[in-house]
Protein backbone atom coordinates (compact mmCIF):
# COMPACT_ATOMS: atom_id res chain seq x y z
CA UNK A 1 0.00 0.00 0.00
CA UNK A 2 2.68 2.55 0.87
CA UNK A 3 4.67 1.60 -2.28
CA UNK A 4 1.38 2.18 -4.63
CA UNK A 5 0.52 5.36 -3.20
CA UNK A 6 3.71 6.70 -4.00
CA UNK A 7 4.09 5.17 -7.56
CA UNK A 8 0.12 5.08 -8.70
CA UNK A 9 -1.71 2.46 -9.47
CA UNK A 10 -0.74 2.33 -13.25
CA UNK A 11 3.28 2.81 -12.50
CA UNK A 12 5.30 -0.31 -12.91
CA UNK A 13 5.84 -1.97 -9.74
CA UNK A 14 9.39 -0.96 -8.16
CA UNK A 15 10.26 -4.06 -6.82
CA UNK A 16 11.38 -7.48 -7.40
CA UNK A 17 11.93 -9.89 -3.97
CA UNK A 18 13.45 -13.46 -5.18
CA UNK A 19 14.14 -16.42 -4.14
CA UNK A 20 17.84 -17.40 -5.65
CA UNK A 21 18.48 -21.14 -5.23
CA UNK A 22 22.28 -20.76 -6.62
CA UNK A 23 23.37 -24.89 -7.57
CA UNK A 24 26.06 -23.26 -9.49
CA UNK A 25 27.67 -19.93 -9.65
CA UNK A 26 26.22 -16.98 -11.02
CA UNK A 27 27.96 -14.91 -13.66
CA UNK A 28 30.31 -12.18 -12.11
CA UNK A 29 28.01 -8.58 -12.99
CA UNK A 30 27.55 -5.43 -12.52
CA UNK A 31 24.25 -3.35 -12.17
CA UNK A 32 24.07 0.74 -13.12
CA UNK A 33 22.63 3.55 -11.15
CA UNK A 34 19.74 5.08 -12.10
CA UNK A 35 21.51 7.85 -13.85
CA UNK A 36 23.71 6.13 -15.71
CA UNK A 37 20.54 3.59 -16.79
CA UNK A 38 18.10 6.29 -17.33
CA UNK A 39 20.52 7.99 -19.56
CA UNK A 40 22.19 4.96 -21.65
CA UNK A 41 19.44 2.40 -21.00
CA UNK A 42 16.07 4.22 -20.44
CA UNK A 43 15.12 2.99 -18.02
CA UNK A 44 15.72 2.11 -13.83
CA UNK A 45 19.02 0.95 -12.37
CA UNK A 46 19.46 -1.28 -9.96
CA UNK A 47 20.45 -1.97 -6.48
CA UNK A 48 19.70 -5.07 -4.19
CA UNK A 49 20.43 -6.59 -0.89
CA UNK A 50 21.07 -10.14 0.23
CA UNK A 51 19.65 -12.48 2.60
CA UNK A 52 21.36 -15.84 2.78
CA UNK A 53 18.79 -18.56 3.96
CA UNK A 54 21.06 -21.01 3.67
CA UNK A 55 23.64 -22.79 1.89
CA UNK A 56 26.21 -25.57 1.32
CA UNK A 57 29.80 -26.19 3.24
CA UNK A 58 32.56 -23.47 2.11
CA UNK A 59 30.30 -22.23 0.32
CA UNK A 60 31.20 -18.83 -1.08
CA UNK A 61 29.85 -14.93 -2.79
CA UNK A 62 31.79 -12.35 -4.30
CA UNK A 63 31.49 -8.93 -3.82
CA UNK A 64 33.56 -5.81 -4.48
CA UNK A 65 37.54 -5.85 -5.20
CA UNK A 66 40.12 -6.91 -2.82
CA UNK A 67 42.13 -4.31 -3.77
CA UNK A 68 42.44 -1.00 -6.24
CA UNK A 69 42.94 -1.59 -9.66
CA UNK A 70 43.04 -0.01 -13.16
CA UNK A 71 40.17 -0.20 -15.51
CA UNK A 72 43.11 -1.52 -18.09
CA UNK A 73 43.95 -4.18 -15.52
CA UNK A 74 40.14 -5.07 -15.06
CA UNK A 75 39.90 -5.04 -18.48
CA UNK A 76 42.58 -6.89 -19.59
CA UNK A 77 41.49 -9.80 -16.84
CA UNK A 78 37.99 -9.40 -17.87
CA UNK A 79 39.52 -10.58 -21.33
CA UNK A 80 41.67 -13.51 -19.99
CA UNK A 81 39.25 -14.91 -17.40
CA UNK A 82 41.42 -13.82 -14.31
CA UNK A 83 39.47 -10.90 -12.80
CA UNK A 84 37.88 -13.27 -10.40
CA UNK A 85 41.20 -12.89 -8.94
CA UNK A 86 40.56 -9.42 -7.51
CA UNK A 87 37.26 -9.94 -6.45
CA UNK A 88 36.47 -9.59 -2.35
CA UNK A 89 35.64 -13.42 -1.34
CA UNK A 90 33.18 -13.87 1.37
CA UNK A 91 32.55 -17.43 2.81
CA UNK A 92 29.16 -17.47 3.99
CA UNK A 93 26.45 -18.44 6.64
CA UNK A 94 22.93 -18.54 7.11
CA UNK A 95 21.73 -15.18 8.49
CA UNK A 96 24.08 -12.73 6.82
CA UNK A 97 23.19 -10.09 5.15
CA UNK A 98 24.78 -8.19 2.11
CA UNK A 99 24.22 -4.81 0.28
CA UNK A 100 25.06 -4.13 -3.45
CA UNK A 101 24.41 -0.72 -4.44
CA UNK A 102 24.67 0.11 -8.18
CA UNK A 103 28.65 -0.06 -9.83
CA UNK A 104 29.36 -2.61 -7.27
CA UNK A 105 30.57 -6.07 -8.95
CA UNK A 106 29.71 -9.23 -7.56
CA UNK A 107 28.55 -12.73 -7.99
CA UNK A 108 26.69 -15.19 -6.25
CA UNK A 109 28.31 -18.13 -5.55
CA UNK A 110 27.14 -22.34 -6.04
CA UNK A 111 25.28 -23.86 -2.85
CA UNK A 112 23.50 -20.52 -1.89
CA UNK A 113 20.11 -19.82 -1.68
CA UNK A 114 19.64 -16.22 -1.24
CA UNK A 115 16.55 -14.05 -0.88
CA UNK A 116 17.36 -10.94 -2.78
CA UNK A 117 14.88 -7.74 -2.92
CA UNK A 118 16.33 -5.60 -5.22
CA UNK A 119 14.82 -2.30 -7.78
CA UNK A 120 12.92 -3.98 -10.50
CA UNK A 121 15.29 -4.15 -13.34
CA UNK A 122 16.92 -6.27 -15.64
CA UNK A 123 19.95 -4.47 -16.42
CA UNK A 124 22.89 -6.28 -16.11
CA UNK A 125 26.20 -6.32 -17.47
CA UNK A 126 28.27 -9.58 -17.25
CA UNK A 127 31.83 -9.65 -16.76
CA UNK A 128 32.86 -13.43 -16.43
CA UNK A 129 30.77 -16.49 -16.98
CA UNK A 130 33.15 -19.17 -16.42
CA UNK A 131 33.35 -20.46 -20.11
CA UNK A 132 29.66 -21.58 -20.39
CA UNK A 133 27.57 -21.64 -23.20
CA UNK A 134 23.95 -21.18 -23.53
CA UNK A 135 21.37 -23.82 -25.61
CA UNK A 136 22.71 -22.50 -28.60
CA UNK A 137 25.94 -23.79 -27.89
CA UNK A 138 27.14 -20.24 -27.67
CA UNK A 139 29.03 -18.07 -25.25
CA UNK A 140 26.87 -15.18 -23.34
CA UNK A 141 27.59 -12.01 -24.09
CA UNK A 142 29.80 -10.19 -22.39
CA UNK A 143 29.12 -5.88 -21.47
CA UNK A 144 32.72 -5.55 -21.00
CA UNK A 145 32.46 -1.53 -22.23
CA UNK A 146 29.60 -0.59 -20.13
CA UNK A 147 30.31 -2.87 -17.34
CA UNK A 148 33.58 -0.61 -16.59
CA UNK A 149 31.81 2.68 -16.81
CA UNK A 150 29.66 1.80 -13.93
CA UNK A 151 31.92 -0.05 -11.77
CA UNK A 152 34.71 2.68 -11.90
CA UNK A 153 34.85 4.28 -8.75
CA UNK A 154 34.39 0.49 -7.40
CA UNK A 155 37.90 0.07 -8.95
CA UNK A 156 39.91 2.37 -6.82
CA UNK A 157 38.32 1.11 -3.60
CA UNK A 158 40.42 -0.64 -1.49
CA UNK A 159 38.82 -4.08 0.97
CA UNK A 160 37.94 -1.99 3.47
CA UNK A 161 35.82 0.19 1.62
CA UNK A 162 34.35 -2.37 -0.43
CA UNK A 163 33.38 -4.35 2.99
CA UNK A 164 32.37 -1.45 4.60
CA UNK A 165 29.73 -0.52 1.27
CA UNK A 166 28.66 -4.20 1.27
CA UNK A 167 27.95 -4.67 5.02
CA UNK A 168 26.34 -1.25 5.71
CA UNK A 169 23.26 -2.88 6.12
CA UNK A 170 22.01 -0.43 9.13
CA UNK A 171 22.05 2.03 6.49
CA UNK A 172 20.70 0.59 3.60
CA UNK A 173 17.91 3.79 2.24
CA UNK A 174 17.59 3.65 -1.76
CA UNK A 175 14.65 5.54 -3.45
CA UNK A 176 12.54 2.44 -3.65
CA UNK A 177 13.30 0.48 -0.65
CA UNK A 178 14.87 1.10 3.01
CA UNK A 179 16.17 -1.45 5.47
CA UNK A 180 15.24 -0.88 9.36
CA UNK A 181 16.00 -2.97 12.47
CA UNK A 182 13.24 -3.43 14.60
CA UNK A 183 14.17 -3.48 18.36
CA UNK A 184 11.73 -6.06 19.10
CA UNK A 185 12.38 -5.46 23.27
CA UNK A 186 10.45 -1.80 22.66
CA UNK A 187 8.02 -3.50 20.68
CA UNK A 188 7.22 -6.52 22.96
CA UNK A 189 6.97 -3.72 26.36
CA UNK A 190 4.42 -1.76 24.14
CA UNK A 191 2.29 -4.89 23.29
CA UNK A 192 2.22 -5.79 27.11
CA UNK A 193 1.66 -2.59 28.59
CA UNK A 194 -1.61 -1.84 25.98
CA UNK A 195 -2.29 -6.06 27.20
CA UNK A 196 -2.30 -4.38 30.92
CA UNK A 197 -4.90 -1.74 30.19
CA UNK A 198 -7.34 -3.65 28.10
CA UNK A 199 -5.28 -3.11 24.27
CA UNK A 200 -3.88 -5.94 22.09
CA UNK A 201 -3.84 -9.33 24.02
CA UNK A 202 -0.72 -11.41 23.76
CA UNK A 203 -1.84 -15.07 23.44
CA UNK A 204 0.46 -18.38 23.03
CA UNK A 205 -0.39 -20.71 20.08
CA UNK A 206 1.50 -23.26 20.64
CA UNK A 207 3.67 -25.02 23.30
CA UNK A 208 7.32 -23.23 22.23
CA UNK A 209 6.46 -19.42 22.49
CA UNK A 210 7.50 -17.92 25.37
CA UNK A 211 4.98 -17.30 28.40
CA UNK A 212 3.11 -14.48 28.24
CA UNK A 213 0.57 -14.99 30.93
CA UNK A 214 1.51 -11.95 33.31
CA UNK A 215 1.11 -8.31 32.99
CA UNK A 216 3.76 -5.45 32.76
CA UNK A 217 6.91 -5.44 31.55
CA UNK A 218 8.87 -8.31 33.91
CA UNK A 219 9.34 -10.22 30.42
CA UNK A 220 9.82 -7.59 28.00
CA UNK A 221 13.43 -8.99 27.49
CA UNK A 222 14.52 -10.88 24.00
CA UNK A 223 18.17 -12.11 24.54
CA UNK A 224 20.47 -12.78 21.47
CA UNK A 225 21.17 -16.25 20.03
CA UNK A 226 24.88 -15.78 19.98
CA UNK A 227 25.25 -18.95 18.36
CA UNK A 228 24.11 -17.12 14.78
CA UNK A 229 24.68 -13.92 15.20
CA UNK A 230 26.01 -12.12 12.18
CA UNK A 231 30.10 -11.83 11.62
CA UNK A 232 29.74 -8.41 10.67
CA UNK A 233 27.81 -6.24 12.87
CA UNK A 234 25.83 -8.76 15.79
CA UNK A 235 22.76 -7.44 14.93
CA UNK A 236 20.31 -10.70 14.73
CA UNK A 237 18.03 -11.99 17.23
Do not use: C
Not at 25 to 38: G, I, K, R
Not at 84 to 94: A, D, F, G, H
Not at 172 to 199: R, W, Y
Amino acid sequence: ELVSRRHGPDAPFPLLVKLIDARLPLSVQVHPDDAYAARVEHGPGKTEMWLVLDHEPGAFLYAGFNRSLTREEAERRIGDGTLTETLRRIEVKRGDRFFIPAGTIHAIGGGILIAEVQQSSDLTYRVFDYGRTGPDGRHRPLHVGKALDVMQRGMGAANLRQEVISHNIANVNTPNFKKSNVVFEDLLAKELDLNAEGGLKIVRTHDRHMPVSFRGRAMAKIELDKSSSMRYDNNNV
